[in-house]
């Protein structure tokens, strides 16, 4: 007959009239022993398991008194596993709360770092539509720069002070430079554009027909919050300047204080070396300490190296000693260009350094500052070229280059109309120069670049012979800067006068175009000035 009486897993249902002690089957077996262990009932009496104990069955008290020390008299320790289920006599091993801790944390670090990456790109969508132009998406792209014909891209950097209440001519772009990068030799060049270059417009503007060229930019148009009237003010403001100094500029950035502010402070500031002008020992300029109603001040440094936070580098990125007391910035505007672009360039030397780029932090508030205040026609697509180039031109290659340098600036400051202005050194609106100066540092010729001053001599008795040559050697970039008739006398077809030996490039290319050319190292026919690197005599029968 069945039995249908229940059991539990582990537990043998005890039979009827058992007694304790007794074993659950009473077939006899020649191997069965009775188990020296001894079982505790009550009373105090004790006897072997397997031996019965007559007219006494097994109770509650008798089970719990058993299972209590178990353990307490010899066998195997406790390790709280002889309940589990074995395969092949083997216990599962328990998995360890380290690993599952491990576990975990491994999935909390990946989902956190989903959440700030997707942070991160939620930021750059919404900062990117307003920065950059075309489709945002186009980030994923790596589209070339734009280039003009010496292989370089230009960018005019602009920067105004809109966002600071109270400033008086908030509009006009005090701050003005000119990036140079050339994405295949891998270097850049600076130039800071002097704010109080006198121009003609071409059109009216609050000044007239002429004036500064830092009020052209919002000349172009009055409705300024317009994001179309931006890119067109960047745009003619880009072919303006480009026609001034001889550049294809083919971008165009508009920034304004707090971009500079923000920036500093979201890399953890900049350190910047500063050098008081005409051997002073260091700068100063009061005119912003009314901010703190004098009891302080806010561009003051000795020589050498500081670190500044966004708002010192921006006063520093302002500074040109107009207001008394001042020091150390003795030729205002033009110390002020040259601290502007040692900010930027410390800027870029920390906002490459991997401690930034890798702090989220850093990234999230470097988009912030530059989504509500930085505006370009750069194409988003060409992005991820720019930051490539940011990170792989070397500080070294980097050169930063101003227009006033002594004796040999192509500017020079004066007063026009009672006002100071800066104007071309050749003569007001006279930009050749100008133009020769920055091709000369851009030119992917290394004719250009040594910038030999020729002159021109007509000693063949032929009207207009001299001026041929001389066009001709312009055609190919050559610096002309005299044509003239030569003394009478007899020459030979082609007469070079050396007289700047450290021009080895220029002369082995004037070489190479005239063969069959007499070089000579003595003085020439005409007196010349003493920064003229060659004369060139076209004779009776010229080559």
């Given at each position: 007959?069945?039995?249908?009486?229940?059991?539990?897993?582990?537990?043998?249902?005890?039979?009827?009239?058992?007694?304790?002690?007794?074993?659950?089957?009473?077939?006899?077996?020649?191997?069965?022993?009775?188990?020296?262990?001894?079982?505790?009932s009550?009373?105090?009496?004790?006897?072997?398991?397997?031996?019965?104990?007559?007219?006494?069955?097994?109770?509650?008290?008798?089970?719990?008194?058993?299972?209590?020390?178990?353990?307490?008299?010899?066998?195997?320790?406790?390790?709280?596993?002889?309940?589990?289920?074995?395969?092949?006599?083997?216990?599962?091993?328990?998995?360890?709360?380290?690993?599952?801790i491990?576990?975990?944390?491994?999935?909390?670090?990946?989902?956190?770092?989903?959440?700030?990456?997707?942070?991160?790109?939620?930021?750059?969508?919404?900062?990117?539509?307003?920065?950059?132009?075309?489709n945002?998406?186009?980030?994923?792209?790596?589209?070339?720069?734009?280039?003009?014909?010496n292989?370089?891209?230009?960018?005019?950097?602009?920067?105004?002070?809109?966002?600071?209440?109270?400033h008086?001519?908030?509009?006009?772009?005090?701050?003005?430079?000119?990036?140079?990068?050339?994405?295949?030799?891998?270097?850049a060049?600076?130039?800071?554009?002097?704010?109080?270059?006198?121009?003609?417009?071409?059109?009216?503007?609050?000044?007239?027909?002429?004036?500064?060229?830092?009020?052209?930019?919002?000349?172009?148009?009055?409705?300024?919050?317009?994001?179309?009237?931006?890119?067109?003010?960047?745009?003619?403001?880009?072919?303006?300047?480009?026609?001034?100094?001889?550049?294809?500029?083919?971008?165009?950035?508009?920034?304004?204080?707090?971009?500079?502010?923000?920036?500093?402070?979201?890399?953890?500031?900049?350190?910047?070396?500063?050098?008081?002008?005409?051997?002073?020992?260091?700068?100063?300029?009061?005119?912003?300490?009314?901010?703190?109603?004098?009891?302080?001040?806010?561009?003051?440094?000795?020589?050498?190296?500081?670190?500044?936070?966004?708002?010192?580098?921006?006063?520093?990125?302002?500074?040109?000693?107009?207001?008394?007391?001042?020091?150390?910035?003795?030729?205002?505007?033009?110390?002020?260009?040259?601290?502007?672009?040692?900010?930027?360039?410390?800027?870029?030397?920390k906002?490459?350094?991997?401690?930034?780029?890798?702090?989220?932090?850093?990234?999230?508030?470097?988009?912030?500052?530059?989504?509500?205040?930085?505006?370009?026609?750069?194409?988003?697509?060409?992005?991820?070229?720019?930051?490539?180039?940011?990170?792989?031109?070397?500080?070294?290659?980097?050169?930063?280059?101003?227009?006033?340098?002594?004796?040999?600036?192509?500017?020079?400051?004066?007063d026009?109309n009672?006002q100071?202005?800066?104007?071309?050194?050749?003569?007001?609106?006279?930009?050749?120069?100008?133009?020769?100066?920055?091709?000369?540092?851009?030119?992917?010729?290394?004719?250009?670049?040594?910038?030999?001053?020729?002159?021109?001599?007509?000693?063949?008795?032929?009207?207009?012979?001299?001026q041929?040559?001389?066009?001709?050697?312009?055609?190919?970039?050559?610096?002309?800067?005299?044509?003239?008739?030569?003394?009478?006398?007899?020459?030979?077809?082609?007469?070079?006068?050396?007289?700047?030996?450290?021009?080895?490039?220029?002369?082995?290319?004037?070489?190479?175009?005239?063969?069959?050319?007499?070089?000579?190292?003595?003085?020439?026919?005409?007196?010349?000035?003493?920064?003229?690197?060659?004369?060139?005599?076209?004779?009776?029968?010229n080559?």
């Amino acid at each position: 007959m069945k039995n249908n009486r229940p059991n539990i897993d582990g537990f043998v249902p005890r039979r009827t009239r058992s007694q304790l002690g007794d074993l659950h089957s009473k077939r006899p077996s020649a191997k069965t022993e009775m188990i020296s262990r001894p079982l505790h009932s009550g009373g105090g009496v004790s006897q072997r398991v397997g031996e019965a104990r007559q007219n006494q069955s097994i109770g509650r008290s008798d089970i719990n008194d058993s299972l209590h020390d178990i353990d307490s008299l010899g066998g195997r320790p406790n390790h709280r596993r002889s309940g589990r289920r074995q395969i092949n006599n083997k216990p599962l091993k328990r998995r360890r709360p380290i690993k599952r801790i491990l576990k975990w944390s491994g999935l909390a670090i990946l989902l956190a770092g989903l959440i700030l990456g997707g942070y991160v790109v939620s930021k750059f969508l919404s900062a990117g539509t307003s920065i950059f132009k075309g489709n945002v998406l186009d980030i994923i792209k790596t589209q070339s720069l734009k280039q003009d014909s010496n292989g370089r891209s230009n960018f005019l950097i602009l920067g105004t002070s809109e966002d600071d209440p109270g400033h008086g001519g908030a509009y006009l772009t005090d701050s003005m430079m000119i990036l140079s990068i050339d994405q295949t030799n891998k270097n850049a060049y600076m130039f800071s554009i002097p704010r109080d270059l006198y121009v003609q417009y071409g059109m009216a503007c609050n000044s007239g027909y002429s004036g500064k060229i830092n009020e052209y930019f919002n000349c172009v148009n009055d409705n300024y919050t317009d994001p179309a009237a931006e890119q067109q003010r960047l745009t003619e403001t880009q072919a303006f300047v480009g026609k001034i100094f001889g550049l294809d500029i083919q971008y165009g950035i508009h920034v304004n204080n707090t971009v500079i502010k923000q920036a500093v402070d979201a890399v953890g500031g900049v350190d910047v070396d500063i050098e008081g002008s005409n051997g002073d020992p260091g700068i100063l300029d009061r005119n912003f300490d009314w901010r703190c109603n004098y009891k302080c001040y806010l561009v003051k440094y000795d020589n050498g190296v500081h670190h500044l936070d966004g708002v010192h580098a921006l006063f520093l990125s302002m500074a040109r000693g107009d207001v008394a007391p001042t020091y150390g910035l003795s030729n205002s505007n033009f110390d002020r260009e040259k601290n502007q672009q040692k900010i930027i360039l410390a800027l870029k030397e920390k906002a490459m350094t991997t401690g930034t780029l890798t702090n989220i932090g850093k990234i999230t508030s470097l988009i912030d500052s530059l989504g509500n205040n930085l505006r370009t026609n750069i194409q988003t697509s060409e992005i991820r070229t720019l930051v490539g180039l940011a990170a792989n031109i070397k500080s070294s290659d980097i050169h930063t280059v101003s227009f006033e340098d002594g004796s040999n600036s192509v500017v020079k400051t004066g007063d026009y109309n009672g006002q100071s202005i800066v104007m071309p050194a050749a003569g007001m609106y006279d930009y050749g120069d100008i133009r020769a100066f920055v091709a000369k540092n851009l030119s992917s010729n290394p004719v250009v670049r040594e910038n030999a001053s020729i002159v021109v001599l007509n000693g063949s008795g032929v009207a207009g012979v001299g001026q041929t040559l001389a066009d001709s050697l312009t055609a190919k970039q050559f610096v002309v800067s005299i044509v003239d008739n030569a003394p009478s006398g007899t020459y030979d077809p082609i007469e070079i006068y050396n007289l700047d030996t450290s021009k080895t490039v220029t002369l082995a290319a004037l070489k190479s175009l005239y063969p069959k050319a007499t070089v000579k190292t003595s003085t020439p026919p005409l007196a010349v000035s003493k920064d003229t690197s060659f004369v060139i005599v076209v004779g009776s029968a010229n080559q």
